[in-house]
């Protein structure tokens, strides 16, 4: 429920006395209790320390369930004999739903708490791995991974939120690279793990220890956080955080009437709110934009899910069901947009973040980061699991380089040299017209890809989170979240139809004159087949090793050329000073309170002319 804080300026006749009354200035109850927690936690170190371990071993679990369990879809995706549209079919829903889903995550965690929004992503997670380690169908496996989608999505993005709660700017991009450091622990042990699930055809237990593992990883933080949450409101630090919203505008109005506001320990308590639950209820699913959020949704699930779709389809794209899925997805795409502009009463993208340079182009760069990302990555990891006689272990070892060296690395300039240094990456990929299948060069790809990668994402995340104020941080984490994915189902729609074109094609090409069109669609569905049935020396391993290098041509080429657009985003991005302050436009504190002078952010005076605006803009000024 909302914390609805406010003030009304006004004066007694000789103007001496400031008085701030309780009127109609919205701040969410989650923000308003993460001020009042870091109240408390300043004057206790330890305290914050206990925060910042418990997160990070929330991290930990993340992180390793990150390093395995992708590896289990190689074998999940054969078991069903249905490999290329499995991958695809599942990026593209798991992207699409985890994306719509974050921003009612963020809004949830704001109008409830953080630790309410931990138990309810938790939730999710738990019964999706349970139904993935259970299910008999591609249905119940594509199903159960949508609400493991939807839970780790959540806590990733709830592990974000508190970070920009409780770290300054000067510290954002540290503590938010931080909760990235248990893949560097993780990456050594994540290929014994995965060796020794695989080696024994027990893929589906390596999906369901972590619907063990997270809930016990996961207690810390919500018994720590629960603690202080109560702690402060005890201590009435909540109404003293809540009234900090009415002291900033109190202040505000009487500096315009030339007068000081009220300052140091004025406090103005939280209105509590004398709505009906159905009145609570229909005022939450407007300021989620519940609506438009599933219009959303449906429109990119139904217009890209076609493209993993038509493979196994009758008649490839002559169906009719795929063409009505099609026309549909983008009529229902239509309609969002004119329901934002027309009748959203709170738009999921309000006005006040459309016209804010930086994270516009924060949402550009990620979104094709992550684009280009899938085209590239998609089939990869299969790639490497045929052309190369690895074991399980050595296989995950080099899949997790890329992980590793997106934790090493981590605001403006940085981020431009990062995005050099990952075209670069993606460019020693490519041997020629084929994939290269030197070890050196994947490897040397993996790292400079990872590399300049984890600069480019701490960027954009720093800077977005810096452009607006507390009470929108959540809602721009999360929407930079929803376009990062929307972007990299765009891409797997896109990889997809490439492959289904080319590999079938490639196999026949490359694959010795006896080899039949049963092996072909054998081959083509089925990586296991491939590495399981044939010596690496033998003719079929090595033509379905050409096939797999020349088809991934196509898509690494493709990639190549997107990863140059976020370079160009990047130019315009706006390089603020990271200082003490929760946010660059405020100048408040983490604890919600106005910072010294010394500490504030400094103010450019408006340019002279069209010349210096145009600099400026290039300057990230």
Not at 432 to 460: D, E
């Amino acid at each position: 429920m909302s914390t609805s804080v406010a003030v009304k300026t006004g004066y007694d006749n000789d103007h001496e006395d400031l008085k701030p009354t309780v009127d109609n200035i919205p701040q969410s109850q989650g923000v308003t209790r993460m001020e009042a927690v870091y109240r408390e936690v300043k004057s206790d170190r330890k305290t914050l320390w206990l925060i910042g371990v418990s997160v990070l071993v929330c991290a930990w679990a993340y992180s390793l369930d990150s390093s395995t369990t992708s590896y289990y879809s190689v074998d999940a995706s054969s078991y069903f004999k249905q490999h290329s549209s499995v991958l695809s079919t599942l990026s593209i829903a798991t992207s699409i739903v985890s994306a719509v889903s974050k921003p009612f995550i963020a809004k949830i965690s704001d109008i409830t708490s953080r630790p309410y929004t931990y138990l309810l992503v938790l939730l999710f997670y738990v019964l999706g791995y349970i139904v993935v380690a259970t299910c008999q169908t591609v249905a119940g496996y594509i199903v159960g991974e949508v609400f493991v989608a939807i839970g780790s999505s959540g806590l990733d993005l709830t592990n974000d939120i508190i970070v920009a709660d409780l770290a300054p700017l000067e510290w954002r991009g540290f503590a938010s690279s931080m909760l990235s450091t248990p893949f560097i622990i993780n990456t050594w042990f994540a290929g014994k793990v995965v060796d020794a699930i695989d080696s024994r055809g027990q893929w589906r237990w390596g999906y369901g220890i972590f619907a063990i593992i997270m809930p016990v990883a996961l207690g810390p933080a919500v018994a720590t956080l629960v603690y202080l949450d109560r702690k402060a409101k005890n201590k009435g630090i909540v109404n003293i955080a809540s009234s900090n919203a009415a002291r900033r505008a109190a202040r505000d109005d009487a500096q315009k009437e030339g007068h000081v506001g009220p300052r140091g320990a004025v406090t103005a308590p939280a209105v509590e709110s004398s709505e009906r639950w159905t009145q609570s209820t229909n005022r939450i699913l407007d300021e989620i934009d519940a609506f438009g959020l599933i219009l959303l949704g449906f429109g990119w699930s139904l217009l890209l899910l076609p493209f993993s779709l038509k493979t196994y389809a009758d008649g490839g794209w002559r169906n009719r069901s795929l063409i009505a899925m099609m026309i549909v997805g983008g009529l229902l795409l239509i309609a969002y947009v004119l329901y934002e502009i027309k009748w959203a009463r709170v738009p999921s993208a309000p006005r006040r973040l459309i016209f804010n340079k930086t994270f516009i182009m924060a949402i550009i760069i990620d979104s094709f980061y992550m684009l280009a990302g899938s085209i590239r990555g998609l089939y990869w990891s299969s790639y490497t699991y045929v052309v190369k006689p690895w074991s399980y272990q050595d296989w995950v070892y080099y899949g997790n380089t890329l992980t590793l060296a997106l934790c090493i690395a981590g605001s403006h300039p940085i981020q431009i040299i990062g995005l050099v240094i990952k075209i670069i990456g993606m460019g020693i990929m490519l041997d020629g017209k084929m994939a290269t299948v030197n070890t050196g060069a994947m490897v040397t790809a993996m790292i400079l890809i990872g590399f300049g990668g984890s600069m480019s994402v701490v960027g954009s995340r720093v800077a977005s989170q810096a452009s607006v104020p507390h009470q929108d941080v959540a809602l721009t984490i999360s929407l930079l979240a929803l376009w990062s994915k929307i972007g990299s189902a765009v891409g797997s729609a896109i990889v997809a139809v490439v492959w289904a074109d080319q590999m079938p094609k490639q196999l026949r090409k490359y694959l010795p004159s006896t080899a039949t069109e049963t092996d072909v669609k054998k081959l083509f569905g089925s990586p296991t087949s491939i590495r399981n049935l044939y010596e690496f020396n033998d003719p079929i391993r090595v033509g379905a090793i050409l096939a797999y290098r020349r088809a991934l041509y196509y898509c690494l080429a493709s990639a190549v050329g997107l990863a140059f657009i976020p370079l160009i985003a990047a130019l315009f991005q706006h390089n603020y000073f990271l200082g003490k302050s929760q946010n660059a436009v405020t100048n408040v504190g983490n604890d919600g309170l106005p910072l010294e002078e010394d500490h504030r952010q400094v103010e450019l005076p408006p340019p002279k002319n069209k010349r210096e605006a145009f600099l400026r803009l290039w300057a990230g000024k």
